[in-house]
């Protein structure tokens, strides 16, 4: 359903693991996984039992790639080994972080990859049950995966003793409705249990009181992707792929004013500056690049001075951002901020649940401010009072919505500073009127 | 009346789950494809099906913004303004929907064709600026392929 060629251009410098079957013909099909090592990680880990397979997954240093960043293996690892209970595996396909499209072509093209993925991640933890959580507008991709998890069961990869290896696994899809909320991962459970999608407190974690009060993990598409890799190749092999703690490849989502705009499979840690002007062929038009959203709109904004960064998770945390989702947005030089952060706080202000007040009522009220200080009546305060409230957001909530509402705001009113003031002494936006006066040349 | 086909996909939906009300989002939106909203027959009709109250299920129908009470035009436009698709022009594709079908966000034209709605990220980001009409993406749009595309959806509804 979606243009694959506008989505994949490619690139020489792509290291293609979790994309290498995209472009084989037939990709979704079990015959076209089969040939290309498809379910082969599955019967090396029935061989090497959950314990490996968990330590393996520790050591290849692959961390969520939902935006937290927490090591994969450790998380597995939480699971209690001795319950009485059953276990759950949830897939979170709730894709909705802004600016990241990647678990789209990944369940698209090679769905067969991800129940690979999810069925080890099951046998690891001693799951027999899996639900992928799939966000309500994915529904074409929702067919895709039902036909490919009906051909897994055709051919025993998922219902009783897989392969005679003697581990039963059942899994289904689960269609979202609507609620960016849901990506939350206790969200996600609320929600899977026919509730509201409003986040739980941790601790309890999922791992041990999760769907149903059982133990579950929760994992997003593109991590659970990299599972079978890692059984296959190894821990070493995984690890030396990327940087330092930052195990694998990543999929990055150029969006916004770049030249060629598309998900690009890169090494964990591949530089900033060349995935913009390399990869994705710099800037439109010889403009300008005046700030990067580097993976999500719920990351602190960088200027263009602050590029020469590599893209994993520590080294963004070190400069004061976070690598997020993978959703990197370039934003020219003739771009409003104030309209950037009026824009994406309407988002938040939208998707609030409601739940923690510091989050419903600081998100309205900062929604209501940006749009008075874009709109022309703001006053000299507000640009402090923009900050005051995000801090008064950030760190006090239940889930991280507040925080994906403040760090974008403070960051770039601290950054863009000198475009606030001018909106306030001018009485309105001066790149509108720049756009107006041009208008009226012509 | 539900369709057998509906009612049947129901008790397939009701089984995945070891605690029935887990269907409920999913039976919602699949009742919705086939009667075009959520009407009251069906929300009574899932609750007694996954044994809860209808006002639980009537609780989870405010939460999820794309599940809806009330009938909507044939083909809804839902039209991406978030950050990516800002960035490349939403904003004019969706002044531009809303001057061609002379409806607001959420609005539907009197003939029942086409409803608006200004929606959040779609995961069509780089292929922005981005709609979805139904569950159809269409992307890289321009005015002129959102004319034509008007066009076409009017088109197959004289089919």
């Given at each position: 359903m979606s243009d694959y060629q506008s989505y994949m251009k490619g690139s020489p410098f792509e290291v293609k693991v979790i994309s290498a079957r995209f472009s084989l013909p037939d990709s979704t099909s079990i015959d076209t996984f089969l040939a290309h090592e498809g379910y082969q990680a599955l019967a090396k880990a029935f061989q090497m039992g959950p314990e490996a397979v968990i330590n393996e997954m520790k050591n290849s240093q692959l961390r969520g790639r939902g935006g937290a960043g927490f090591n994969t293996g450790l998380k597995w690892s939480?699971?209690?080994?001795?319950?009485?209970k059953p276990k759950y595996v949830v897939c979170n396909a709730d894709e909705s972080e802004p600016a990241t499209c990647k678990d789209r072509p990944l369940m698209e093209y090679d769905p067969h990859q991800l129940i690979e993925g999810i069925i080890i991640a099951g046998y690891a933890i001693g799951a027999h049950q899996g639900y992928i959580?799939?966000?309500?507008?994915y529904r074409y991709l929702m067919e895709v995966l039902d036909r490919a998890i009906a051909e897994a069961y055709a051919r025993g990869y998922?219902?009783?003793?897989i392969q005679g290896s003697g581990f039963d696994f059942e899994l289904c899809t689960h269609t979202g409705a609507g609620a960016y909320e849901c990506g939350e991962e206790t969200a996600l459970l609320n929600s899977l249990e026919g509730l509201r999608g409003y986040p739980r407190v941790k601790p309890p974690f999922p791992a041990v009181v999760g769907v149903y009060g059982c133990p579950t993990i929760v994992n997003n598409v593109e991590t659970l992707c990299n599972a079978p890799h890692i059984v296959l190749k190894g821990a070493e092999w995984f690890a030396g792929l990327g940087t330092p703690k930052n195990g694998g490849t990543r999929l990055f989502c150029l969006s916004g004013h770049i030249n060629r705009p598309g998900v690009y499979e890169l090494p964990m840690g591949f530089p900033l500056r060349k995935m913009i002007e390399e990869v994705g062929g710099g800037i439109p038009r010889g403009k300008k690049l005046k700030?990067?959203?580097?993976?999500?709109?719920s990351c602190p904004l960088l200027t263009?001075?602050?590029?020469?960064?590599?893209?994993?998770f520590d080294s963004l945390a070190k400069i004061g951002s976070m690598l997020g989702s993978g959703g990197v947005v370039m934003i020219d030089e003739d771009t409003c901020m104030v309209k950037v952060a009026q824009r994406i706080m309407k988002f938040y202000a939208h998707e609030s649940c409601g739940w923690c007040i510091p989050c419903r009522e600081g998100t309205a009220w900062l929604k209501r401010l940006l749009d008075r200080l874009h709109g022309g009546a703001g006053v000299t305060g507000d640009p402090d009072t923009a900050l005051d409230v995000s801090y008064n957001i950030l760190g006090k909530t239940l889930c991280p919505l507040g925080d994906a509402a403040a760090m974008p705001t403070i960051s770039i009113v601290k950054k863009f500073r000198s475009e606030f003031d001018e909106h306030v002494r001018l009485g309105g936006c001066p790149y509108e009127r720049k756009s107006a006066a041009v208008q009226a040349a012509r | 009346m539900l369709s057998d086909t509906l009612i049947s996909k129901f008790d397939d939906v009701i089984a995945r789950y070891p605690l029935k009300r887990s269907a409920i989002v999913p039976l919602l939106l699949f009742a919705q494809d086939e009667i075009g909203h959520i009407s009251d027959e069906a929300i009574e009709e899932i609750a007694r099906r996954v044994e809860v109250l209808p006002i639980e299920v009537i609780e989870d129908i405010g939460y999820y913004s794309m599940l809806h009470r009330q009938p909507i035009g044939k083909f809804n436009l839902q039209v991406c303004t978030n950050v990516s698709c800002q960035l490349l022009g939403g904003e004019e594709i969706l002044e531009h929907c809303s001057k061609r079908l002379g409806i607001g966000h959420k609005q539907t034209t009197a003939d029942g064709l086409f409803s608006l709605e200004e929606v959040e990220c779609l995961g069509a980001c780089c292929g922005a600026p981005a709609m979805q009409v139904n569950y159809d993406f269409y992307e890289n749009l321009t005015p002129e392929r959102v004319d034509r595309l008007i066009e076409d959806l009017k088109a197959r509804a004289e089919k």
């Amino acid at each position: 359903m979606s243009d694959y060629q506008s989505y994949m251009k490619g690139s020489p410098f792509e290291v293609k693991v979790i994309s290498a079957r995209f472009s084989l013909p037939d990709s979704t099909s079990i015959d076209t996984f089969l040939a290309h090592e498809g379910y082969q990680a599955l019967a090396k880990a029935f061989q090497m039992g959950p314990e490996a397979v968990i330590n393996e997954m520790k050591n290849s240093q692959l961390r969520g790639r939902g935006g937290a960043g927490f090591n994969t293996g450790l998380k597995w690892s939480f699971v209690p080994k001795q319950t009485d209970k059953p276990k759950y595996v949830v897939c979170n396909a709730d894709e909705s972080e802004p600016a990241t499209c990647k678990d789209r072509p990944l369940m698209e093209y090679d769905p067969h990859q991800l129940i690979e993925g999810i069925i080890i991640a099951g046998y690891a933890i001693g799951a027999h049950q899996g639900y992928i959580y799939i966000r309500g507008e994915y529904r074409y991709l929702m067919e895709v995966l039902d036909r490919a998890i009906a051909e897994a069961y055709a051919r025993g990869y998922l219902g009783k003793d897989i392969q005679g290896s003697g581990f039963d696994f059942e899994l289904c899809t689960h269609t979202g409705a609507g609620a960016y909320e849901c990506g939350e991962e206790t969200a996600l459970l609320n929600s899977l249990e026919g509730l509201r999608g409003y986040p739980r407190v941790k601790p309890p974690f999922p791992a041990v009181v999760g769907v149903y009060g059982c133990p579950t993990i929760v994992n997003n598409v593109e991590t659970l992707c990299n599972a079978p890799h890692i059984v296959l190749k190894g821990a070493e092999w995984f690890a030396g792929l990327g940087t330092p703690k930052n195990g694998g490849t990543r999929l990055f989502c150029l969006s916004g004013h770049i030249n060629r705009p598309g998900v690009y499979e890169l090494p964990m840690g591949f530089p900033l500056r060349k995935m913009i002007e390399e990869v994705g062929g710099g800037i439109p038009r010889g403009k300008k690049l005046k700030s990067v959203i580097p993976g999500g709109s719920s990351c602190p904004l960088l200027t263009a001075d602050e590029i020469d960064v590599p893209m994993d998770f520590d080294s963004l945390a070190k400069i004061g951002s976070m690598l997020g989702s993978g959703g990197v947005v370039m934003i020219d030089e003739d771009t409003c901020m104030v309209k950037v952060a009026q824009r994406i706080m309407k988002f938040y202000a939208h998707e609030s649940c409601g739940w923690c007040i510091p989050c419903r009522e600081g998100t309205a009220w900062l929604k209501r401010l940006l749009d008075r200080l874009h709109g022309g009546a703001g006053v000299t305060g507000d640009p402090d009072t923009a900050l005051d409230v995000s801090y008064n957001i950030l760190g006090k909530t239940l889930c991280p919505l507040g925080d994906a509402a403040a760090m974008p705001t403070i960051s770039i009113v601290k950054k863009f500073r000198s475009e606030f003031d001018e909106h306030v002494r001018l009485g309105g936006c001066p790149y509108e009127r720049k756009s107006a006066a041009v208008q009226a040349a012509r | 009346m539900l369709s057998d086909t509906l009612i049947s996909k129901f008790d397939d939906v009701i089984a995945r789950y070891p605690l029935k009300r887990s269907a409920i989002v999913p039976l919602l939106l699949f009742a919705q494809d086939e009667i075009g909203h959520i009407s009251d027959e069906a929300i009574e009709e899932i609750a007694r099906r996954v044994e809860v109250l209808p006002i639980e299920v009537i609780e989870d129908i405010g939460y999820y913004s794309m599940l809806h009470r009330q009938p909507i035009g044939k083909f809804n436009l839902q039209v991406c303004t978030n950050v990516s698709c800002q960035l490349l022009g939403g904003e004019e594709i969706l002044e531009h929907c809303s001057k061609r079908l002379g409806i607001g966000h959420k609005q539907t034209t009197a003939d029942g064709l086409f409803s608006l709605e200004e929606v959040e990220c779609l995961g069509a980001c780089c292929g922005a600026p981005a709609m979805q009409v139904n569950y159809d993406f269409y992307e890289n749009l321009t005015p002129e392929r959102v004319d034509r595309l008007i066009e076409d959806l009017k088109a197959r509804a004289e089919k």
